[in-house]
């Protein structure tokens, strides 16, 4: 349970002005570029199935769904949030990391970050924690996780989403803790689903969960969050992921949430090189 206690007390402790000024503005930049996406997304054709769900089922006015000119609850907006965020295909990823992403973390905490009345830099710490949690966790776990077909967008992003929310709302250590093993029960992901908009629905499912692991951790549920042995279960026990470097120098660099590999364009990070290739081909050729 190492790995959940050390990141526990780096969520629930974590300061504005510990940060390292080019993790805040890189927070800063993928802040910007998670709200186009969720906007983008919002008018996307799939975007359309998801809306109508929320419209039908929206639960309490608390936050309000982009691009759509409605509220609803903080789960339901999450929900539709996370999947406008993905269906744009602006997410940004981490390699290596078994595509873990922005698009769980972002989504989940700007909606917690409007129920909670964070101020900016409340928002810059949630995010920062969130995203740091998971990349680490994504660079370590995915020698077990590739190989079998895992995507960590949802398995791993889990983690980041509700670490980000559990700060929002304010839980203790012991809380936060709780919440990761809530995580840990959740967030399923398969490579199989993309092209579909099942591979959607993974990063909308995992931020509104998040928001619901860190409301009923902070209202006392309880859980066992040993995420060293749920990884060694999932990928056979014989990959030899490297959990002490999951939280070695935790809160100093290199910092893995400056990792977060950015998006230039709205399809999917596999085929981008393919189109930069041809554009240089282009530029040495004209």
């Not at 909670?116 to 740091?132: M, P, R």
Request: proline fraction near 3%.
């Amino acid at each position: 349970m190492k790995v959940a206690e050390t990141f526990a007390k780096f969520v629930a402790h974590t300061e504005f002005h510990e940060m390292d000024p080019s993790v805040i503005e890189y927070v800063k930049m993928l802040t910007l570029k998670q709200v186009m996406g969720m906007l983008v997304g919002s008018a996307a054709p799939t975007s359309k199935k998801v809306i109508r769900y929320v419209m039908e089922n929206p639960g309490r006015p608390e936050c309000g769904v982009y691009g759509c000119g409605f509220r609803a609850d903080a789960a339901q907006t999450a929900l539709a949030n996370g999947f406008f965020g993905h269906a744009s295909e602006m997410e940004d990823d981490q390699f290596p990391g078994g595509g873990i992403s922005d698009v769980t973390t972002w989504p989940a905490l700007l909606t917690a970050a409007e129920k909670c009345k964070l101020s900016g830099k409340e928002a810059i710490v949630a995010l920062y924690v969130g995203q740091e949690m998971q990349n680490r966790i994504a660079m370590y776990a995915s020698v077990g996780t590739d190989g079998i077909g895992i995507c960590n967008l949802p398995f791993i992003g889990i983690y980041g989403a509700t670490a980000a929310c559990a700060r929002a709302f304010e839980l203790t250590e012991e809380q936060t803790k709780a919440s990761f093993g809530l995580a840990m029960v959740q967030g399923q992901g398969y490579i199989h689903t993309w092209g579909t908009d099942a591979h959607f629905w993974e990063s909308a499912t995992v931020c509104r969960n998040a928001v619901v692991n860190a409301i009923l951790a902070k209202n006392g549920a309880t859980s066992n969050p040993v995420i060293e042995k749920c990884l060694d279960m999932l990928t056979g026990g014989d990959k030899n992921i490297e959990f002490d470097k999951m939280i070695e120098g935790l809160g100093k660099p290199p910092f893995y949430t400056n990792n977060t590999w950015i998006k230039k364009w709205g399809f999917c990070f596999f085929t981008h090189n393919f189109v930069i290739y041809k554009g240089d081909v282009h530029k040495n050729i004209s």
